[in-house]
């Protein structure tokens, strides 16, 4: 059991939160921080959308899935995620302490919990947690911010990976876009038929599945 965590603390290491600590202060977090360990089955949703954020959780080991739903529930992205990965963290503070996603595990999935008081308390101790912590979540709000100012496409396909990638929260990876085509049509400002043609060509070129009523694009950072 000990080895096992001690495979899970060098994991952490990973993570841009805990990069640059010293191995004596890493080695005084571990002792004197009370870490919980979680194991989780596929196909189990871990999360849901509203659920409040009262900890750090982070993927230790496996894959996740991040489902985002539209307000009116009429479509919604799925991401996957990988390992190591911290859930929304910039949740933890702020207006709305409340999880944006769902979170179902694709893959047998390993976790730890770092609670509110504890991840404050290192934060007090070791200024190079608290830089890094600030850092995450202030990148996460500055990329966020400048969104609406970016250059609009003036391509369809431009359209279409725009749409996407302003709902997604890591632009890289394997994502899922269940929408019905006259949906997305009218919300980038395209005929149905265009659209249509737009996305048989791109998977005719390798780049997505195409089926009914939704989409997969395989690498999102090969067609941005």
């Known amino acids: 059991m000990q080895e096992k965590q001690s495979n899970m603390y060098d994991k952490l290491l990973q993570l841009p939160l805990f990069q640059g600590m010293s191995e004596h202060d890493w080695s005084y977090v571990v002792g004197h921080t009370r870490f ?3 194991r989780t089955n596929t196909g189990i949703t ?9 900890n750090l959780r982070i993927l230790i080991k496996g894959k996740l899935l991040g489902e985002s739903i539209a307000d009116d529930h009429s479509y919604k992205v ?3 995620y990988h390992a190591p990965l911290i859930l929304q963290p910039e949740n933890l503070f702020g207006l709305t302490q409340r999880y944006s996603q769902n979170f179902t595990t ?23 947690f608290r830089i890094n912590l600030l850092n995450i979540i202030t990148t996460y709000a500055q990329r966020h911010a400048r969104r609406p100012w970016h250059v609009p496409p003036v ?7 725009r749409f996407v990638s302003d709902r997604c929260r890591i632009p890289a990876g394997h994502k899922l ?3 019905k085509m006259a949906q997305l049509a009218s919300m980038i400002g395209v005929s149905r038929l265009n659209l249509s043609r737009e996305l048989h060509a791109m998977e005719n ?3 997505i599945i195409l089926r009914r009523s939704e989409f997969e694009i395989f690498a999102l950072q090969n067609i941005l």
């Open 36 to 38: 919980e360990f979680e």
């Open 46 to 54: 871990i999360i849901h959308e509203g659920d409040r954020c009262t």
């Open 78 to 80: 799925i991401e996957t």
């Open 106 to 128: 694709a893959t047998s999935c390993e976790f730890l919990k770092l609670s509110k008081e504890e991840t404050l308390k290192i934060s007090d101790n070791f200024e190079v």
């Open 155 to 161: 391509t369809l396909r431009g359209k279409i990976i």
């Open 177 to 179: 876009v269940v929408i």
């Open 205 to 207: 070129e390798g780049l």
